[in-house]
């Protein structure tokens, strides 16, 4: 019951898109500080964040629109 219940946490598009998005913030907002900052071209962390929250984002966006989608044909439906 606890595993199910986990899963469909972590398996949740809307949850995971804001993840997602918290990230991409964090980084993107780490490295225009850095950039104001910089004195020389370094590679940090917030980097990787910016790219891993990036193809976390292309990820659920089609997820998202299958939900939709879903959700369209059944007030179709309902309609009939």
């Given amino acids: 019951m606890f595993i199910n219940t986990l899963k469909r946490i972590t398996r949740n598009p809307y949850l995971n898109i804001l993840v997602a998005l918290l990230l991409f ?7 225009w500080h850095e950039f104001n900052e910089m ?13 891993f929250s990036f193809v976390y984002i292309l990820k659920t966006i089609p997820e998202i629109f299958k939900g939709l989608e879903n959700l369209s044909e059944g007030m179709d439906h309902l309609k009939k």
């Fill in 39 to 51: 004195e020389e071209i370094k590679v940090g962390v917030h980097h990787g964040v910016i790219l």
């Fill in 25 to 31: 913030y964090s980084g993107a907002s780490e490295a």
